[in-house]
């Protein structure tokens, strides 16, 4: 039995602290253009984190991609 090995790697975003940090919208952007920018890349997950401060709701999303070659 052969056993593939892939690497998958990850960043996180989140909007700034502020009166706008809560802003999903304009996260999903941000996080859209940061995989545009990476090129070639197979996404495999996105999870959105919503972390409450202060200051309110502060969501983050991490994603999880693989070199658009490994498929």
């Known amino acids: 039995m052969t056993i593939r090995q892939y690497t998958v790697s990850h960043f ?3 909007n700034p602290a502020g009166d ?3 802003d999903i919208t304009a996260l ?3 996080v859209a ?8 890349v197979v996404v495999q997950d996105l999870i959105l984190h919503n ?3 202060a200051d309110g709701p502060w969501p983050s ?3 999880y991609y693989s070199d658009g070659s490994t498929e």
């Open 61 to 63: 999303i991490t994603v």
């Open 28 to 30: 999903l952007r941000t």
């Open 51 to 53: 972390e409450i401060t």
């Open 12 to 14: 996180s975003q989140s």
């Open 33 to 40: 253009a940061s995989i545009e920018d990476l090129g070639d």
């Open 20 to 22: 706008s940090q809560s």
